[in-house]
């Protein structure tokens, strides 16, 4: 980047058309073009299906991403530094247990302490994600794939078999989820506010752009002095943290809990990742990129069935937006590399 | 004794994988009476073939230094086509026929975009494990297939006459001596080794590492829908969630048969302990009542020990070398 720079300030192109700043208008572009996605998905159903453009229907969509958006943030952490964390559907679906089942077992706890017993166990299930990669200098998808099991498997082991279900715990966790504040659900207050405080501290923090100097030159990164290994371990200690916290709210949502609970969801995390714009080999992406992912992911799931497509397809949806937007993500940085090439020729 | 010592210094983790192996048999026979009979040899194979046929191409593939997560995906794709075509009437070499072009296809798209495009493998067999999983559950729903001639379920469940050998497991034996005459004596195997090891290097010395590679997957993806119709055959059903997590017992086994995540290291010895390993695990707890999610929690500790213990061995090392060099230096002043 440095002899761009130079090389500019030489010429008459004004230095603040450099690279990095080249960089931050292709994602601000990639962010526009996935906002024209939403707007044509939403034109495109609501004109053949009016009751799907109705404010009680957007708010559904909202609800319906919300755990999906918080999941997302904490992958967004480690995504940025270059990793991946599979484990994500494991530790809400076992968070969403072990909360409803502590409110069946003792339906008069305080609620905050199910939230707390949810985030702890969500904490402690990142921290060995994060000890095995940062300090077992085991890769992120081994590490993760191999966790995703375990902690499945402890659930399993956990529930044996039982389910919870909607009559078994008390009326005040179920309205954790759907309380409106300002006539929006709880839920949704929630997934807005963590987004918030984790696109502030990722934008304008120092730690924050040191987990983007991580992923984009893991080596430089060392060489400034920025300690990649804790940053990694904090990244997945966020991200088990934050999937615990989800894992209440799904038991809190939808209140009928056994050990399959959230099975599959770290795809439409990934894929909410990823579509949004989050690069996939670590160094750029945005929370608010990621959080307009999981809602145009949620927007299409919502108009499959208005449009009465079967549910079948959701699978196959997800896995197709992740190849597109990788796709897409190849093409730009090719063209980007070229644009940069061509710039440093003249 | 000293042979045995030889043997152990230049194969430790194969080694450690005949070590793994005996405990794995005397926890067995003490679960179970029935562990040690031939029936349940027999049954062991035939449970465990699936995972054992997708293991070869998955170390081939983990030796070049990619990974291939879509592996259970395609074998559900295939089981589901075999279904429905077989359902709409076809004959059965063009069912079979028509679920392994579907394999071909599936580890040509998988190849093409890691090959063309420069994307990680890892994002986009994750992304494909969605799709072809999606696209069996699009084709059958939550329907099932299962009437399908005793012809083509024999071969799933038959043994050769005479033996309680599954004809499934002569296939096997068959397919790995061809993959390990082709790893260790051929020079497609020099290539895959050396494309593992240093891509750039490898390139120079004018190896197609984009070929190659594609056609790695494309082998990765036929060997699953192979894979697909013998699991079909086998349990007679056809269903869009057949084999779902089979992903983790194939990484598992081709990891902690001591082939290295970051390519260029491992063999197919190593590999084939392995697979013994962790099916007569798999089969030891199944004796014992233990349901597949909880074997799992075996299985994928395993998969990240496989990886963590040479990992903590080798810091041991670095640690203990640092040590005698600093002790050396200081005696010499």
Known sequence: ?346 | MKHIWKFVSAWPWETLLVVLLLLTIVLGNALSPYFLTPFNFSLMVEDFVEKALMALPMTFIIIAGEIDLSVASVLGLASVLVGVTWHAGMPLWLVIGIALVVGVAAGLLNGALVTRLGLPSLVVTLGTLALFRGLAFVILGDQAVSDFPGAFTNFGIGDVPGTLIPWSFVLFVLLALLFMVTLHWSWIGRQIYATGLNKEAARFAGIGVRRLKLLLFILSGLIAALAGIIFTARISSARADNAIGFELDVITVVLLGGVNIFGGRGTLVGVILSLFVIGALRNALGLADVSGDVQNIVVGTLLVLSVLGPNIVQRIQVVLSRRRLAAESSKQA
């Open chain 1, 1 to 346: 980047m440095a002899t761009t720079s130079e090389h500019v300030r030489g010429t008459t192109y004004p230095p603040r058309r450099s690279g990095s700043r080249l960089v931050g208008l292709v994602s601000r572009v990639r962010e526009l073009g996935l906002l024209v996605v939403l707007a044509l998905i939403l034109i495109i159903v609501g004109v053949q299906v009016p009751q799907f453009f109705t404010i009680s229907n957007l708010v559904q969509i909202l609800l319906s991403v919300s755990i999906l958006a918080i999941v997302a943030v904490g992958e967004t952490l480690v995504v940025l530094t270059r990793n991946v964390d599979l484990s994500v559907g494991s530790i809400v679906g076992f968070a969403a247990f072990v909360a409803a089942d502590l409110f069946k077992q003792h339906p008069g706890t305080n609620l905050l302490l199910g939230i707390l017993l949810g985030c702890a166990l969500g904490l402690a299930l990142g921290t060995i994600n994060g000890l095995l990669v940062a300090a077992g200098r085991v890769p992120a998808i081994v590490a993760t794939l191999g966790t995703l099991y375990v902690y499945r498997g402890l659930d399993f082991l956990y529930a044996r078999g039982n389910q919870v279900s909607a009559s078994d715990v008390p009326e005040s966790f179920l309205s954790l989820a759907t309380t409106p504040f300002l006539g929006i659900p709880a839920l949704i207050w929630f997934a807005a506010i963590i987004a918030l405080i984790f696109a502030f501290y990722l934008r304008s923090t120092r730690t924050g752009r040191e987990f983007y100097a991580i992923g984009s030159n893991p080596d430089a990164a060392r060489l400034v002095g920025i300690r990649s290994g804790l940053l990694i371990f904090a990244a997945f200690a966020l991200s088990g943290l934050l999937s615990g916290f989800a894992g209440v709210l799904w038991g809190a949502r939808f209140a009928t809990v056994d050990a399959t609970a959230a099975s599959g969801l770290e795809l439409q995390v990934i894929a909410a990742v990823v579509v949004g714009g989050v690069n996939i080999f670590g160094g750029s992406g945005t929370i608010f990129g990621a959080m307009l992912g999981a809602i145009v992911l949620g927007t299409i799931d919502n108009s499959l069935s208005f449009l009465k497509v079967s549910q079948f397809w959701l699978q196959a949806i997800d896995g197709a937006a992740i190849l597109i937007a990788v796709t897409i993500d190849a093409f730009i940085t090719r063209w980007l590399q070229r644009l940069l090439i061509i710039r440093r020729q003249r």
